[in-house]
């Protein structure tokens, strides 16, 4: 077996986790009350999946939640960061309350608690009810306000057993491949025109942990996408394409939430609705924010008749003032995403510095890697020690961000098992485990083996 880095020390209180979502694992779209989400639809529009897959089936947690909880359990993880449908709980974004729905996550997180595992809950992972979306989605200031009170339903039935809250996951990229380009769900291509619905993702998150507070529930935070933005060379047309990049993808979403202010007047100005007041609303104190970290940019300025295929899967609409452009001699994921463990120290300094006292403690609330994995071996084994140095990598990285001064709390894994990798589908495999699509059957990769010593060992130095 090849040789990983060794992972460091971390305090006895730092929390490692897996994480999943709700469309992406659960299938069992029309049972138990669930309402239609917008992943539901944009699955049935001919093209907009690789190979015309759906999560209507996906790895069938609804129904297997027992055995992958058990999977977890052997592991040996602190938490699972689990999300919530929308749609299974109120079947039309709003109003009547699906009894089933709450009763299949109150199992859930029971299950989790007897294993001994913490639930951390996200309630708005992109699967956004469709009878909200008929309203205008996220376009609709109305929506920001359905989340808090869905959020409060949830709040209020979990709250006793859930350890960490968060009501957002990747407002980034819910507006940028959802709202801007068309690629996610709900297909719109708005281009700027998206910024409007991430104002009001924003929104909806503020107003959700005023709802959570208000029903007793504590340590909320968010799972936001960030990473550091590289120009393409010391040219300033690239320093300039970066920055603007840079304060669209990172600064955009964490400036409202931990300063009360948008990065640039510019943004600001292409907002409708009372900005200031709704701001004040956006920057509610955090127990605790989250970072998911994939992969650095790099940018360059426009190049007259350049696509911009590659980096983000998908060209961007002309006119654009950047260009993503691919990191050279860097390795790849087999997504094609640059594996750059050191862009995770730095954007962790990056907050550090930008944030100060602002900044709540961190968690890592994804980290992970797709390789196309074989199948399990005659032995039942699956070879994944690309996977293994990934994480290795990414653990001394955060470990370098804390010696930095930088006061990181936990890191999830993404993800627990194989899932539905949205527009990409099932090729793409992130999983600890793997998931045989026809049989369901899940078999614990290497690199589930692998964490799981690095667990045992851990608690093994903590009991002496
Ligand atoms: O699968 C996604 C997840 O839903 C959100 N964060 C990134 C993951 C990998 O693309």
Redesign the pocket.
Known sequence: MAAYRTVPEFPDDFAFGVAA?AY?IEGAVAEGGRGRSIWDEFCAVPGAIARGETGEIAVDHYHRYRDDVRLMRDLGIDSYRLSVSWSRIQPDGSGAVNAAGLDFYDRLVDELCSAGISPAVTLF?WDLPQALQDGGGWLNRETSFRLAEYTAIVGERLGDRVGMWMPL??PV?HTLYGHALGVHAPGLSLGFGALQAAHHQLLGHGLSVQALRAVGCGNIGIAS?HAPVHPASDAEADSLAADIYDHIVNWTFADPILLGKYPAAELSALLTGPIDDDLAVIAQPLDWFGI?Y?EPTRISAPQAGEGTAGVLEVDLPPGMPFAPVPFEGVETTDFGWPIVPDGLREILTIFRDRFGSALPPIYIT?S?CSFHDPDPDSGGRVRDERRIAYHADHLVAVREAMDAGVDVRGYFV?SILDNF??AAGYRER?GLVHVDYRTLKRTPKDSYHWLRNVLAARRETQVR
């Open positions: 979502a992406q992972h996951n990747e990229v996408n998911n994939y994804e992970g993404w990798e949205w992130f």
